[in-house]
């Protein structure tokens, strides 16, 4: 009987034993092709010879020192390659140990960059519905994904909330996409109109939504308005590209495709493939130097924060995919996916939309095509798609409750950026017959 307090209590989980590539094993011989690497994290795949030659050589030196006493040289070489390699402005990183902590730090930048300028009641975050941006308080309280929530409403912080950029549900059909958008992204002006502008502090966006709704990417100029309505009501936009950037969605940052820049960015997954626990919020030029010439400090911190074997990791990570010019391949290998499925779903019955950059792509399941009507949610149909999908030997990332946190059901695929023509072919093949399958049961 296990000790440890598992995700789900009474679960019968393989235990792991190695991996190699986009493949991992258990301990029972199984092979399992890694199609969502994890959580979107695994983008070498795995047990990469160059980044583990890094990891041994930054343990040999120093594995941890307090940054409170030291800097270190990863964090200081992978804070720069970071910079030299995201356009715009963005002034400084601050390293984390994941995602949620990387929100939290951004809201808190958000908070101390306007109380340095006296703007004391800046004080709330903005949004958006079927949003997911972490699992810690902070986290929680301003995303939207609502059966996460739900159990935790009277801990949390009040949520503001806008529409989600959501074509294939939400678009009407007298409107054309970019119409959509510019209606959806109002929103954003009608929702800081209601709170103030002189009480908000922040818009806080998935460039690409992920595991909530499915990958879903907005529509083009969405981005664009809600830029400038942020600039015209001085409210800072936070851009959560914890699992769609660092290359994911075929650009380093996603938000590249949006010809925007956020002030300031959390990024993670991706950042060191999993080989570590990293975290990072790039956080641009104005809200550095106001810091710097006001408090001189910024008032957070965690332990690990800059640690020195997870910043090696991270940037044997980064030199990887720019030496070897893996972006290429994930865009190569990401149009092969999404046209392969979008061809299936043609004549499939139960694929009703599929969406999705580069090697980061989403299906959404309905039991009717016209009227794009989900599947009961008591059926729970993600979680049994799930375990044929393991029984096939195939990792996916399904989810439920894709349209409300209640009802629909969509599965998620971010394939290695190493994966081959070959294999884009046999995660298609995998994951058709384990949907088919499991809709039969």
Not at 107 to 118: G, S
Request: aromatic letters at 8%; hydrophobic letters at 35%.
């Amino acid at each position: 009987m296990s000790k440890v307090l598992h995700r789900i209590c009474q679960s019968n989980l393989p235990t792991i034993a190695g991996g190699e590539g986009v493949y991992l094993h258990d301990t029972n011989g199984k092979k399992y092709i890694d199609a969502c690497g994890g959580a979107a994290v695994s983008c070498l795949g795995h047990n990469h010879p160059v980044i583990k030659q890094a990891m041994m050589e930054q343990l040999n030196k120093i594995s941890y020192a307090h940054t409170s006493f030291f800097t270190n040289e990863p964090q200081e070489k992978l804070a720069q390659n970071l910079l030299e390699n995201s356009k715009g402005d963005f002034g400084s990183v601050y390293f984390v140990s994941g995602g949620s902590e990387a929100i939290e730090t951004s809201l808190k930048l958000a908070r101390q960059y306007f109380y340095e300028q006296e703007k004391f009641d800046k004080k709330y975050f903005i949004a958006r519905k079927q949003s997911y941006h972490g699992n810690t308080l902070g986290a929680l309280s301003i995303g939207g994904n609502l059966w996460r929530r739900t159990m935790f409403d009277p801990i949390l912080q009040p949520g503001q909330h806008i529409s989600a950029c959501y074509a294939y549900r939400d678009k009407k059909e007298n409107e054309s996409e970019y119409e959509y958008g510019q209606r959806v992204a109002t929103e954003l002006e009608d929702k800081i109109i209601e709170l103030g502008a002189k009480n908000v502090a922040a818009f806080v966006a998935e460039t690409v939504v992920g595991a909530t709704v499915g990958v879903l990417p907005a529509v083009d100029g969405y981005f664009k308005t809600i830029r400038a309505i942020c600039d015209k009501y001085d409210v800072l936009l936070i851009l959560d590209e914890i699992m769609c950037g660092m290359g994911r969605c075929g650009t380093l940052h996603a938000c590249e495709q949006e010809g925007i820049q956020a002030d300031l960015q959390t990024i993670a997954k991706g950042l060191a493939g999993g080989y570590q626990a990293l975290g990072a919020v790039l956080v641009g030029d104005k809200i550095h130097q106001q810091i710097c010439q006001g408090s001189g400090m910024f008032h957070h911190g965690h332990t690990y924060i800059g640690h020195p074997m997870a910043t090696a990791a991270g940037l044997a990570v980064q030199q990887e995919i720019q030496e070897k010019n893996l972006l290429e391949n994930v865009n190569k290998q990401g149009e092969l996916l999404k046209n392969t499925l979008q061809d299936i779903a043609t004549n499939h019955p139960f694929i009703g939309d599929v969406r999705g950059r580069g090697l980061f792509v989403g299906l959404e399941l309905v039991k009717d095509k016209n009227n794009k009507q989900p599947f009961g949610y008591k059926r729970r149909l993600h979680a049994t798609i799930k375990k044929q999908a393991m029984d096939n030997g195939l990792m996916i990332y399904p989810m439920g409750g894709t349209i409300d946190g209640k009802n629909g059901n969509h599965i998620l695929l971010a394939p290695p950026f190493i994966a081959t023509s070959s294999d884009i072919e046999q995660i298609c093949n995998k994951l058709i017959k384990s949907i088919d399958s499991a809709i039969e049961k």
